[in-house]
């Protein structure tokens, strides 16, 4: 007997080393099958149990439960059910794991601190929310409301559901808190978009001395860039430094991130360059930093440096740098993007092609974009692409044609979603198509669309331009949230054009209380006041905005000439032609005269002497832009220029004359929409 037993202890242990040293499966599955055939694992569970851990290493659940299978019914035990339970959640097998929970629970067999949670970890993955709450429903009555790894696999199961407030009612009864569960917290937080609690709490974290790991940098780094709080960005930065922890990919990734979020470029590029590793995020980082900071030129010089260096582009690359092309505008350049984008083999889905559409109606080429459209097969497209083309002809003045897409692509089966109809909205707006917008609006109500904010601003541009100014007024009053910054511009604009002063005071007080920095709308205010002759009030504003120390956004042009893009600034004096440009702007202007051009003298800042206010007028970005392209290009080519700002009233009737007396096709995209000049008219019919 003594020596029996003393075999099968030799044997458990022989086995035991055996599995401990088995590296490769199939001699796992011969341990399996010799261990069930001589029955040994029957008596023998943990070494069953082992086998399972093995499998789940080796990605083979389905093994592990067969044994399991075979098994588990002999010595009923919860560390088995336990081992097994977490061979499919470290799998990703979300549905066997919690199918093999509830049938731990029907068999009789207590969970425990090592069974919940692996069941959260799989409901965290898949924001299995209601499941999650059952469970936790499950602790509580097994008493393990207070263990600390069942409440940290709570915290994070919640907090990846996106559940804050449930998240952070169990995070404030915990007695112990791990730097996980406060990270777990910090990260729910900043992707519920609250970067303001997660702040508060990484402070808090700080104060109990816990401390952070890198997952906990790249969210509190993230938070700030929402909050785009250059001042916290700079402590973030130093926090990452101090700790070392800049050493990190994904930390310097999101330093840099964070700064381009909060508009401090400069600073981004200075973590960028210092950086010692980077990879494609790092580099599609740093360029959707300069596009989205308006710096589009120089995401494009970064480009090539990211070629230089070897980093292979991906589709997210050629996204952003194809914004950075419909930023400027800048056909040729987005040409040859779209051509580089096709001969690189990078894969491109709808959101790509989209992207590639967009562009191309914001340099002006709608029928590329149209041809594009087209080409993508018409099960592929999504409703993006019906947006982007809707938009795209709504930005032309082409109203018709957008709500023709607009009804094609209902009938295809497509649902407009409430980009769609802020698209709609703004092309009847641009076209002043007042009772196809209206019906639209009333659409939305009808398909149990929720109104927006944009959507009562698009309405309220569309009726304001019609010089239905009181009932944009009353569509204000009837909005359900407060009106923004976009509404009341909207009503603003709307007084300018038509010379409302009562109506422009109102809108303008709630602007300046929205948006006190804005230059914009003091200006627009004092010219509205102006064309009225109330001189006394706009000089009031004037010295509003000097006090403030507001100064008006300087207004650029650009304009492509074969492969050279030609800058300028108002009463430019700086770009190589301008002495050139100058004078044939000043015969321009002699010849208009004679054709009956009569200077709009209320586009210019009213504190310049009277004399040297037609003077001004000729020195306006645009003016110059334009009168260079008549200099430089062939008669028959069409001008093509694009302003930051809103093209005023003075160069607007220019453009007209010109078109007219030149015989010259003049297409301005200004800050809000494109303007195609030809014979003596603009595709807006004045409406802009
Ligand atoms: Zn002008
Ligand atoms: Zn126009």
């Known amino acids: 007997m003594q020596r029996l037993v003393s075999f099968l202890d030799s044997t458990e242990t022989f086995y035991d080393q055996l599995l401990k040293y088995c590296n490769v499966l199939a001699p796992l599955k011969q341990i399996h099958s010799s261990l069930t055939t001589s029955g040994f694992i029957f008596q023998n569970p943990h070494l069953g149990a ?26 009923p035990n919860s560390f088995l059910w336990n081992t097994m339970i977490r061979a499919y959640a470290t799998n990703g097998h979300c549905a066997e794991t919690l199918e093999l929970y509830s049938l731990m629970r029907r068999s009789g067999i207590s969970a425990n601190n090592f069974t919940f949670p692996f069941v959260f970890k799989v409901c965290a993955s898949k924001s299995l929310i209601l499941e999650g709450k059952v469970v936790h429903g499950d602790v509580i009555r097994a008493g393990f409301h207070s263990d600390l790894y069942v409440e940290a696999a709570l915290v994070d199961m919640y907090a990846k559901c996106g559940q804050t407030d449930d998240g952070c009612k169990v995070f404030d009864k915990m007695l112990m808190r791990d730097s996980v569960s406060w990270t777990s917290m910090i990260t729910a937080y900043e992707q519920a978009e609250k970067p303001k609690e997660a702040l508060v709490l990484f402070q808090k974290m700080q104060q109990d001395s816990i401390m952070a790991d890198s997952v906990t ?112 505008g800048s056909r040729h350049l987005g040409r040859k993007l779209h051509e580089f984008i096709i001969n690189s083999n990078t894969k491109i889905d709808v959101t790509l092609w989209s992207a590639l559409m967009d562009m191309y109606a914001k340099c002006g080429d709608l029928d ?69 917008g209206r019906k639209c609006f009333a659409d939305m109500t009808k398909l149990s669309m929720k109104t927006e904010v944009k959507h009562y601003a ?27 910054d976009s509404v009341w511009g909207a009503l603003l604009l709307a007084c300018k054009i038509h010379g409302d002063t009562k109506l422009g005071q109102i809108a303008a007080n709630n602007l300046f209380q929205l948006e006190p920095e804005h230059a914009g709308y003091y200006v627009l205010m004092s010219n509205i006041y102006a064309a009225s002759n109330k001189w006394q009030e706009v000089g009031k504003l004037r010295q509003d905005m000097k006090n403030k120390g507001l100064k008006k956004a300087a207004a650029f042009s650009v304009i492509e000439i074969g492969k050279e893009i030609h800058g300028f600034h108002t009463a430019d004096q700086v770009n190589p032609y301008w002495e050139e440009v100058y004078k044939k702007v000043e015969s321009l202007a002699v010849e208009m005269k004679m054709a009956g051009y009569v200077p709009d003298l209320s586009c210019v800042l009213h504190d310049v002497e009277e004399e040297d206010k037609e003077h001004t007028l000729n020195y306006h970005s645009e003016k110059l832009a334009v009168a260079f392209g008549i200099m430089k290009m062939e008669p028959e080519m069409a001008i093509r220029v694009t302003k930051n700002l809103r093209v005023c009233n003075d160069c607007h009737s220019a453009f007209k004359l010109i078109s007219y007396i030149y015989g010259r096709k003049i297409i301005v995209r200004d800050a809000n929409r494109f303007h195609h000049f030809k014979d003596g008219t603009c595709s807006c019919k004045d409406y802009w």
């Open 50 to 75: 082992q086998l399972i851990i093995k499998y789940a290493k080796y990605k083979e659940p389905d093994n592990a439960r067969s044994l399991f299978n075979t098994i588990h019914n002999d010595k």
């Open 217 to 328: 940098v790249v969210s509190v780094a993230s938070a700030v860039g929402q909050l785009g709080d250059a001042m916290k960005a700079q402590a973030v930065h130093g926090y990452a430094l101090c700790n070392a922890f800049l050493e990190d990919l994904c930390v310097g990734n999101s330093i840099v991130a964070m700064y381009a979020k909060c508009g401090n470029v400069k600073k981004a590029r200075m973590v960028f360059d210092r950086m010692e590793e980077r990879d494609g995020i790092s580099w599609n980082s740093m360029l959707s930093g300069y596009t989205e900071n308006g710096q589009a030129s120089e995401a494009l010089l970064l480009f090539d440096e990211m070629q230089d260096s070897g980093c292979k582009p991906n589709p997210v690359t050629a996204l952003i740098l194809v914004s950075a092309c419909a930023y400027l």
């Open 368 to 436: 590329t974009a149209e041809s594009i459209f087209n080409d993508i097969h018409p099960s592929e497209r999504n409703v993006s692409s019906w947006n982007v083309l809707i938009s795209g002809y709504g930005m032309h003045g082409q109203g018709e044609k957008a709500l023709e897409l607009f009804t094609q692509m209902q009938e295809e089966g497509v649902e407009p979603n409430h980009i769609t109809f802020t698209s709609v909205l703004s092309a009847c707006s641009h076209a002043g198509l007042i009772d196809e």
């Open 458 to 484: 698009c309405m309220v541009d569309m009726l304001g331009r019609a010089g239905l100014l009181y009932a944009a007024f009353d569509i204000i009053k009837q909005m359900p949230s407060s009106p923004n």
